[in-house]
């Protein structure tokens, strides 16, 4: 079987945005499924508006959603010699022309074919002039005058373009640069992509492509045009829905894996099923599943599908996404286990890995006063300095601080005191956190060890003997 070759040919001219990385995510998926090859190429012809910045973010982003490429990048600004050779070949063969007509006379050219009815054409003027290359001439690429081109696609079924209403269209400006059409061409034969998947708002470039590459001889690839990815409400995403750059999701605390798998939903499925690993992306990943409807993007979908892949991540593979977080908090997490620790409390909780970082700020600080108002008015009243004490004397005896064993402490203080479990847990939790909204309180107690629950304890009996006098 052929290998399949998908390539991702971006525009820098922006960040990479939510509908590119989906795109560039089906083509990675669809190499990855078949063994294939995947080719990433700058469309940086552009030279007004491509920008390093652009280039740059769009490796950024590729980088962060881990999704590598087997060849490339190429650039098509180094491929002018390879353009020109192709533009040649076409002229050779007498499939394309030069063409002097002005800006002014091909407008004129459009209105007349549209005021007959038809659409907005250039008339052929110099189709069989015979001009040679001059310097305000373009290229034109000769269209056939007759019959039909189909686009097969895989996704939207055969599409039909009537050839009269095909112009011949410019292939190469005055100035020497080739135009979009014809260099994604001469790149998608000369890199062997056989496979095309992008965005439906190419579909009308597409026939001119297939023209090109019949007269160029070359096999056609196989086209899929996914739809648009729209906001909530159904118009096309932009910036009131969200933050557009993919790196954006990534400094919110999104994981890529859980970014990818809510990026494929969006557009494709395999069954209701909603959580893939990336694994079972690659596994399951195919073109038919791909859907003809437009896809939402709903943040708060991503968040909870953010929120289950944190579940499904060990706190070792937490560890080092987390960490930029807790640094950027001025957090010292030095300590491995320690930060295992924590993380393995928060992970449950947490739905992405700011809130993550929000939620661990009491373990790294050395005092966790001032306490939150409210939650130390309510709970840290005078009678729980005497409760504080005698947890604090508890817990100091025993060997290790381990769940199980710390169970026995605070049954002594229970008893000790005639209290239920529920009137202790908060006041020491407002005692070891600082607030009422922590993981599990034996879990806290734990991971903080016990020269942070000592010193804690010791400082809330202390607030509350401060207050009282
Ligand atoms: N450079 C084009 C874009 O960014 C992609 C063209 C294509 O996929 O053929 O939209």
């Known amino acids: 079987m052929e290998t399949i070759v998908t390539r ?29 090859k995947f080719v990433l190429r700058i469309e940086d012809t552009d030279t007004v508006r491509s920008t390093q910045a652009s280039v740059d973010a769009i490796f950024d982003a590729m980088n962060w959603l881990e999704l590598d490429w087997d060849e490339g990048p190429y650039f098509q600004s180094q491929r002018f010699d390879l353009y020109g050779e192709y533009l040649q070949k076409l002229l050779d063969s007498g499939d394309a022309y030069y063409c002097t007509c002005t800006q002014e006379e091909v407008e004129a050219m459009r209105q007349k074919a549209t005021a007959e009815g038809g659409k907005p054409k250039y008339n052929g003027r110099c189709r069989e002039r015979g001009l040679s290359r001059s310097d305000n001439a373009v290229i034109r690429f000769k269209s056939p005058l007759f019959g039909t081109t189909v686009v097969e696609d895989v996704i939207k079924g055969n599409i039909v373009f009537q050839n009269t209403e095909q112009d011949d269209f410019v292939i190469c400006r005055s100035d020497g640069t080739p135009t979009y059409n014809f260099v994604v061409v001469v790149d998608d034969i000369t890199m062997g992509i056989n496979t095309v998947i992008r965005g439906d708002d190419h579909v009308m470039n597409t026939p001119k ?65 909603e959580f893939f690993t990336r694994q079972e992306l690659v596994e399951k990943f195919n073109l038919k599943n791909i859907g003809k409807s437009a896809g939402v993007f709903d943040l708060d979908k991503l968040t909870a599908l953010n929120a289950d892949h944190i579940r499904a991540t060990s706190v070792r593979q937490l560890a080092p996404r987390v960490l930029p977080f807790f640094r950027e ?127 804690r304890l010791k400082a809330a009996v202390e607030f509350i003997e401060s207050a009282g006098a």
Do not use: C
């Open 8 to 36: 991702f040919p971006p525009s820098p001219t922006g960040y990479l945005h939510v509908g590119g990385a989906r795109t560039a995510l089906f083509n990675w998926l669809y190499a990855r499924k078949n063994n294939g």
């Open 209 to 273: 492509q297939i023209l090109l590459y019949k007269a160029l001889k070359s096999p056609l690839p196989v086209f899929g045009h996914v739809p648009m990815v729209l906001g909530k409400d159904k118009s096309r995403l932009s910036k009131r829905h969200g933050a557009m750059s993919v790196t954006a999701y990534r400094d919110m605390g999104y994981l890529p894996d859980a970014f990818i798998n809510y990026l494929a939903r969006l557009g494709w499925s395999h069954g209701d099923q």
């Open 329 to 455: 908090k001025g957090y010292d997490a030095a300590d491995d286990d320690y930060l295992a620790g924590v993380i393995g409390t928060l992970h449950t909780r947490s739905k992405t890995l700011v809130e993550m970082a929000d939620g661990a700020h009491f373990y790294y600080r050395d005092d966790v006063r001032p306490y939150d108002e409210k939650a130390a008015r309510k709970f840290l009243k005078p009678e729980m300095a005497w409760v504080l004490a005698l947890l604090a004397v508890q817990l100091d005896a025993l060997d290790d601080l381990a769940e199980k064993t710390q169970e026995g402490a605070f049954k002594k203080v229970m008893d000790e005191m005639g209290l239920g479990f529920g009137k202790i847990a908060q006041p020491v939790r407002v005692a070891l956190t600082g607030t009422t909204v922590s993981p599990g309180i034996f879990e806290v107690i734990e991971v903080l060890g016990k020269a942070r629950v000592l010193a």
